[in-house]
């Protein structure tokens, strides 16, 4: 578990070095990098120390390889890498990730001015800075697909985020940067190299620029192999180690040679067929992570898309916010952050802000504006219709209109939409069989079973999904229309669907699953809405003429959605009960569940992924003892 409460950034002086500007941590008291030419430092330590040029080159399509990193700092690790990737793989379909860590993020404008000096990898860094994340803990996903590149920049102690990674994959090799020993000391303590080794495996590679004698022991008491080649500039020495099988090599001295890490294990695999059942947004998402990774999806929907809870005419991107040290864990937190990361890649997309309005415990919501960094939530009240009751302004959110972004999913050219019901999964020694009644229509390497609460006719035993009815409604307020980049929240919600007409909702209905529009549930809308703004309610038309739309969410028991492997031993997976969070939630967990699927790293603690894990509601059976166990024979 994290301690720390909030993020904070890094201080910075700056040092003129030859026409470069060197930043100097006012926390730490030691260089971001060498003065005498960071970005060569770099090549030097940490790609050729790790002999990276000729190991990506050596990838074949559909490789992963992963790269761990100590301390993110300016990101110029991360440029100078991903520079050498276009360079050795300009076209290519395997995928480059990077795992990194950060205590003291810099500021954006802080890190637009230290990366203003390498001009060479200009183009990179404003893709890196466009991307960079708020200063809030927990893993931040970066994603750049059409140069299969990757990075999940964690923020945070490496105390506490090694241990809470999960090993979905083995780092191939490792960058172990940040300050010098005897500047940071925690950095490199042995509890933080132990889960280091933890995430590594056979054939993992290591390259400091620090030949610390902590760093040595921790790494050599795990039996990986130390060599100490020149260091770069006036360093007469810097760290080089592989992770050697033990039964088949012994410790070497300091100054011998490390052997080839061309041998180092690499996960190979090739293009997938993935079966996605149901194309509401979990599984329209779900095919957009596959289908970004260059592999085949074929979505099969029984009715048309978006044909249950996620056809309505908007979605809000509406997170409740949790205490700030709560951040780095809270699913809702998390997904907030990535959404707003995902979505502004199609057109359906619309940015605003959304004005929350307590009904209850206003104390509670009013403290997190001191927790957040100074730009989420503002105190300050927008302009909107008239309220008495206090509210917070979340000022990074947005609105999805889900049948355009349906329609920009599938027009990927890797997926494709089959209109037809499955009715039984068969899985075979080498694929997994779709089956239509008593017709095997298809095969695949995956399946995912996303169709909410009748996910549970294809599994045997399925944990339980409670309905939850649910409509919206619309209306015309062409005569009073509503700032059109704001929305607000107050156990329901409203905002500006269009210029002239407002959506407004959504009623709240547990163990009911029943579609038709109901006008009682026009009324509840309206009384919700009447209970935050009475004199802007009071001029709305009246219920009568109110359009709507109503439809079933599925809810697991414990509010957590369901995401994995049903049964340990078949390529079935489900993504299901997302409730009313379905937009919020979809883009971070599929991003999740393709790391399942592929063997990714992946991007969030694992204390999440045990939450969300559908095994989770599993009766253990516990072994009882023998009666006569531990009783004496005569």
Known sequence: MLHTTKIQTAELEWSLVDGIEVPISKQLGDVYFSKN????????????????????AQLHDYQYFCIGETGFGT???????????????????????????EKFPLTKADLIRALSVWTELKPLAEQLIAQYPLPIAGCHRLSFPEQRFSLDLWLGDAQ????????????????????????????????????????????TTFSSFSVAGVLKRGLQQ?????????????KREMLKALWLDATENCLLDDKQQVADPSEAKVTQTTSRQIAIIGAGIAGLTCAWAFAQRGHHVTIYEQQQPLAGASGNPLALLNPKLCPIE????????????????????????????????????????????AQYPADVLSTATPHSPKTTLASLNLQHAGMVQPHLLRDEILYHPHIELKIAPITALKPTQTAIELWQNQQLIAHADHVVVCCAKQSATLFEHYPVLKPIRGQVSWLDNANQPLIPNQA???????????????????????NR????????????????????????????PAVETWQGRASIRAQSLDYFPLLG???????IYTFAGLGSKGFLFAPLCSEVLAALVLGEACAIPQSLLDKLNPQRFQKKVKIKKAYFAGKRTV
């Open 75 to 101: 990101g110029l690790n991360i440029l100078a890498l991903w520079q050498l990737w276009q360079q050795v793989r300009p076209d290519n379909h395997s995928h480059l990730h990077v795992i990194s860590v």
């Open 160 to 203: 506490d985020i090694f241990p809470s990674i999960a090993k979905t994959q083995t780092v191939h090799a490792w960058f172990l940067d940040g300050f010098a020993p005897s500047c940071n000391p925690e950095m490199w303590q042995e509890h933080v190299l132990n889960h280091i080794v933890r995430l590594s495996d056979i054939g």
């Open 488 to 510: 607000y929240s107050y156990g329901g919600y409203c905002v500006q669907l269009n210029a002239s007409q407002l959506i407004l909702g959504a009623s709240f209905y547990p």
């Open 513 to 540: 699953e029943d579609t038709e529009v109901l006008q009682e549930d026009h009324v509840h809308n309206h009384e919700l809405i009447h209970s935050v703004f009475p004199e802007y309610a009071q001029q709305l």
């Open 222 to 234: 795990h039996g990986i192999q130390i060599n100490r080649p020149r260091g770069f500039g006036h």
């Open 37 to 56: 030419n960071g970005l060569l430092e770099t090549r030097h330590v940490f790609l050729n120390g790790n002999d990276l040029p000729e190991r990506l």
């Open 326 to 369: 709560q951040a780095h864990e809270h699913l809702m937190t998390l997904s907030w952050q990535h959404a707003l990361n995902f979505y502004p890649q199609f057109k359906a997309f619309r940015a605003l802000q959304v004005q929350q309005i307590a009904l209850k415990n206003p104390d509670e919501l009013l403290s997190l504006a």
């Open 565 to 571: 492997k049903v049964n340990h031993n078949e390529q």
